[in-house]
């Protein structure tokens, strides 16, 4: 018996993981796709973003806030790309599990990736939050209750922050399993 | 000695994360029966069915937060103890997704009554379903890792 050989429940499980990672791994490229095409077709079909709009600008309280209005248009930019990125780089951890990678090096650096990425979007759109800030609310109110969201009232959730924290965690513990498999691999 | 810095890491970030959901620990007791109060308070008759129902849809949401911070409170704390791949850890993430899942249904069905009766606007997303669905994922995966330590022990 080499390293390699798992016992035939360890293989089942193994085997389920694979096609699950299969399907989820299509389900995210869906999801990028869709989200490529909802934001080419705002970007491109309905023209430049509302926040680069001057008149737009011009019809909040103050001229003078532009630059505010620029600068989190240029953030609101950013932030769909991250998004993005961040569907590609799930789907790129999926086809690894989908391999069989389920602790190697480059699964834990992608999962290390996600958990910053999570953490950068949230620095972004807490930004956009803070510059908008005096911009008048919809008219009509959305009631909002999520079970990893923590508003104190500032208007910035730090849902994400921790979410991105547990993934990177997530990582940690993975690499604490690699290390397993290696010192197994050696003893077998 | 890279080892146990990883594993001081996990330590210290679980611990701060148990913290956090410990705080939502307390809240979703204190909630629950701060939504009980006019049940306990008003007289029966000046109680619509609405309200009744209004109410007790927010226990119920209330209640299954709770036993989904619950699960969340003893993976952490049990990663805090150094547990990291035993059955009981990945027991607490795999019951944490499960609950997830189940919270988020009801979170659907009991929007929607809001929405048809009450004409509140909530905003329900797939989010709660994904969370519970990555949460599964990621037990499996240190179902995985418990299995080779498991080994290893044998082995050693």
């Known amino acids: 018996m080499n390293a390699t050989d798992v016992s035939p429940k360890a293989s089942a499980r193994l085997h389920r993981i694979k096609i699950v990672s299969r399907i989820a791994r299509l389900g995210v490229i869906g999801f990028l796709l869709f989200t490529i095409w909802f934001l080419s077709r705002v970007w491109i079909f309905q023209g430049t973003p509302v926040l680069f709009d001057k008149l737009n600008a011009a019809s909040a309280k103050a001229v003078h806030q532009y630059p505010l209005f620029l600068c989190a248009a240029i953030l609101s930019l950013i932030t769909p790309l991250i998004l993005c990125v961040w569907y590609w780089k799930l789907a790129q951890l999926f086809h690894y599990y989908e391999r069989g990678l389920i602790f190697a090096v480059k699964t834990i650096r992608c999962i290390k990736f996600l958990g910053l990425l999570c953490v950068i979007n949230w620095m972004l759109v807490s930004t956009i939050h803070l510059l908008l800030q005096d911009q008048p609310s919809p008219s009509q109110p959305m009631r909002r209750l999520e079970f990893f969201s923590f508003d104190f009232g500032w208007g910035v959730d730090f849902g994400p922050l921790l979410i991105g924290a547990i993934i990177v965690l997530i990582a940690w513990i993975m690499d604490e399993g690699r290390k397993i498999q290696e010192e197994q691999e050696l003893t077998v | ?156």
């Open chain 2, 1 to 156: 000695m890279k080892n146990f810095q990883n594993q001081a890491k996990i330590i210290k970030v679980s611990k701060n994360i148990r913290s956090i959901l410990f705080a939502g620990l307390v809240l979703w007791m204190v909630s629950i029966p701060v939504f009980l109060i006019p049940f306990i308070f008003l007289p029966k008759e000046k109680m619509p069915s609405s309200m009744i129902c209004e109410i007790g849809g927010r226990v119920l949401l209330a209640s299954l937060g709770l036993v989904v911070n619950l699960k969340l409170f003893r993976f952490f704390d049990r990663l805090k103890n150094g547990h990291l791949f035993d059955a009981q850890t990945v027991g607490n993430l795999d019951a944490a997704g499960r609950w997830w899942i189940v919270l988020w249904l009801f979170q659907g069905l009991y929007y929607q009554i809001e929405y048809q009766f009450f004409g509140h606007v909530m905003v329900w997303g797939g989010s709660g379903l994904f969370a519970g669905l990555i949460l599964i994922f990621v037990s499996w995966l240190l179902k995985e890792a418990q299995e080779l330590q498991e080994e290893q022990e044998l082995t050693v």
